[in-house]
């Protein structure tokens, strides 16, 4: 609606001068000259309309969200996510709340969120989300007029206070549902009974009270003041986004031979092809491959980062480019394209994807260097800057400057990523995406998305956490993590309740054991126990882990005054004998094997939210569960694990294990019995066991409960079209 102008003045008003010996203006005279003054300045500053920002009832902290809600949550196919909202509002009114949640398809299901801990007034319903594409979903809350009335009548009715007004109220409230649901014969049946005067108001109140009654007004609330909240999206992703085994290894270590002149010949794509149906038998599912394209020549590194290197040495594949190519050319010594191409289909018979290294950076022999100058940084002198993190220094190696000419360069950039697309790369492990601008990150993972939604970026972000997790919200499908750095008791479950609970909404964590570059004092120190405990702990605690090639071989020993394996593989050939080490007894496959197949068989191992710490009476035993109620398994039953690890891998931990069965769906002092599913043992279990563990037997317990007779309670969806 218009708003009238008001004049600047009035001509009606008297201008009467208040000078000495004047009579003074008259209380109307003031007042029309305030009123007039009022109406000028809010010309100048106009009041805004009011804009109601909450609800009859309130419905706030709506998950799940990213911080800020800048961009939409995330979930993979597969994966049961939580929907919660705290609702409330004056008074002492039951309320209700149901989500309501529709699919890409534009279908839509209601669910029935409860107060999962009373007094709380947070509403919660766990849905598996079973779509890839975009959901979207809000909250509907009401007054629960039924649950409210039955509290109250049945106080009142046993204090005979109000007993007749009361039941009389209740049966008008039957009588409105039996004619909004006039199919339910309970409805019906129970709304003549309570409305029958001719009984006492106890006999009355009883027909309300009956069982089939009130399951039927489970899907047929009685509700009043219904308000809804804003919508939110969801971005779902395929399962692979969320879940999966990765490995690592260099293709031109894998069947390199050293000549009988000294001289190395490389592996190649063919040779690197022979190693992946033992990938696969190892039960990983995506192999991760370190750069394969050309390496320059000048600056090249030599073996253990030396400055030195030699005619044979072949240098760093993360410094990119040469006069054979860049980032869309492949090593010579590899192969062609087509080598690569039926490289990637040899991994698909065998059920691995191929992640591919997406590293945004060059060596100064790279094309880039000549034909676009001004993506790189020009020192004062004229030179280009080579990377440093001082006193670090990458002489082979000239980082992007992303400032000159953004779109150009982030077009060239786009154009490489659809070319090894285009070759049948689905996901891509992105090298030191934290050097790289935030803004451009979110550009191209929104173009990749929207044109490939099958895509995947893992972000290698070892860096400080706002930009960790920014890496994560602006599109990143995974991210590496801080774990090769938590290894107390205390530190583990902090970290891993953090990354399953605090940040899961949009991060979701690979939990790599080593890289080429990190090699921990743990491992170092802990041997063969300490691989075999950071092993069972990164399989279990997230849905998504890794490792790199040197990790089933126990290869523990650093470079001095590094993290780094020494006689590092980013410098120099490392051909392996595997074989040799599985016959010997020493290599850890095995067991790699083993945690691959019970994550395979163990849904509750596939999910990221259901990591719960418990309790031990010793500092160096940690405990968790995976739990997934029936109604989310494949199979239909209860899917329990629970993890006791021996984080000491150099002495026997005896200790009390302590958990809260109820996280386990059952009751709290209940008895059951768990198998060992590294070794097969049966033990009797409950709430308060002892626990004795070897590091140089098992120095990790990865326990099924053996469910009888069902849990104690599911979580149901209460799903309804």
Request: glycine share 6%.
């Amino acid at each position: 609606m218009p708003t009238r102008a008001v004049p600047r003045f009035s001509h009606n008003v008297p201008r009467t001068a208040c000078r000495a010996g004047s009579p003074s203006p008259s209380r109307a005279e003031t007042d029309t000259v305030k009123n007039v003054a009022s109406a000028n300045a809010q010309l100048q500053h106009p009041t805004p309309a009011y804009t109601p920002r909450i609800g009859r009832i309130a419905i706030t902290q709506l998950a799940p969200r990213q911080p800020e809600n800048i961009w939409p949550a995330k979930a993979f196919v597969g994966e049961v996510v939580p929907f919660s909202a705290t609702i409330f509002m004056e008074g002492h009114e039951v309320l209700g709340a149901e989500l309501l949640l529709t699919d890409p398809a534009g279908a839509v299901t209601r669910h029935r969120m409860l107060e999962r801990t009373k007094g709380t007034d947070r509403f919660v319903v766990d849905v598996l989300i079973d779509q890839q594409g975009t959901w979207s979903w809000s909250v509907r809350a009401f007054c629960d007029d039924w649950a409210t009335w039955r509290h109250n009548a049945s106080i009142k009715v046993a204090m005979n206070s109000d007993a007749e007004l009361m039941v009389d109220e209740g049966a008008a409230l039957l009588a409105r549902a039996a004619r909004e649901h006039p199919r339910s014969s309970v409805i019906r049946a129970q709304a003549v009974a309570l409305g029958d005067t001719k009984l006492t108001p106890a006999a009355r109140l009883a027909a309300a009270l009956d069982s089939l009654l009130n399951a039927a007004l489970a899907n047929a609330t009685i509700a009043s003041r219904e308000t809804f909240s804003g919508s939110l999206e969801l971005r779902v992703e395929r399962t692979r986004a969320g879940v999966g085994s990765w490995y690592e290894f260099f293709p031109r270590s894998e069947g390199a031979q050293r000549l009988k002149d000294g001289r190395w010949k490389s592996g190649t794509f063919r040779s690197a092809a022979r190693r992946l149906p033992q990938l696969a038998a190892m039960g990983f599912d995506v192999l991760y491959l370190p750069p394969i394209h050309p390496i320059g020549t000048s600056f090249r590194k030599g073996p253990n980062n030396t400055l030195d290197a030699g005619p044979g040495d072949p240098g760093s594949p993360w410094a990119i480019g040469s006069a054979a190519g860049g980032h869309d050319a492949v090593h010579p010594d590899l192969g062609t394209i087509a080598d690569f191409s039926a490289f990637v289909s040899a991994a698909s018979r065998n059920g691995i994807e191929i992640a591919l290294d997406l590293a945004l950076q060059c060596s100064p022999d790279h094309p880039w260097v000549t034909d676009h100058p001004e993506w790189f940084t020009t020192r004062a002198d004229g030179t280009i800057a080579y990377a440093e993190n001082p006193p670090k220094k990458y002489q082979d190696i000239y980082p992007l400057n992303f400032d000159n000419d953004p779109t150009g360069l982030r077009e060239e950039v786009l154009r490489v990523v659809e070319h090894w697309i285009g070759l049948g790369v689905r996901i891509f492990r992105v090298d030191n995406p934290h050097t790289k601008p935030l803004q451009f990150w979110e550009w191209l993972l929104h173009e990749v998305a929207i044109r490939y939604p099958d895509v995947v970026f893992l972000a290698e972000a070892f860096t400080r956490p706002p930009m960790l997790q920014a890496l994560a919200q602006v599109g990143f499908q995974q991210s590496y993590t801080y774990f090769t750095w938590r290894n107390t008791k205390q530190e583990l479950i902090d970290y891993l309740t953090e990354l399953s609970h605090e940040t899961a909404d949009y991060l979701r964590p690979n939990l790599f054991v080593n890289t080429p570059d990190i090699l921990t004092e743990y491992l170092q120190r802990g041997g063969r126990a300490a691989h075999k405990i950071r092993a069972a702990i990164a399989a279990t605690g997230a849905p998504t882990w890794g490792v790199y090639s040197a990790f089933e071989l126990v290869e523990n020993v650093a470079r001095p005054g590094s993290e780094e394996n020494i006689d590092n593989e980013k410098y120099e050939y490392r051909p392996r004998d595997y074989a040799a080490a599985e016959a010997e007894g020493t290599s850890l496959a095995p067991y790699l094997t083993t945690l691959n197949r019970i994550r395979s068989e163990h849904a509750a191992l596939r999910q990221l939210r259901t990591f719960c710490a418990h309790w031990s009476d010793d500092d160096s035993v940690l405990v968790y569960t995976k739990y997934l109620p029936s109604e989310f398994t494949p199979d239909g039953r209860p899917d329990g694990i629970i993890v006791v690890a021996n984080l000491d891998p150099h002495a026997i931990k005896e200790t009390m294990v302590r958990l809260d069965l109820t996280r386990l769906g059952l009751e709290i002092d209940a008895t059951f019995e768990v198998i060992d599913l590294v070794t097969g043992a049966r033990f009797p279990w409950g709430r308060d066991t002892f626990v004795r563990l070897d590091p140089l037997v098992e120095p990790v317990h990865i326990l099924q409960v053996h469910y009888t007779g069902g849990p104690r309670a599911s979580r149901t969806t209460g799903a309804t079209a």
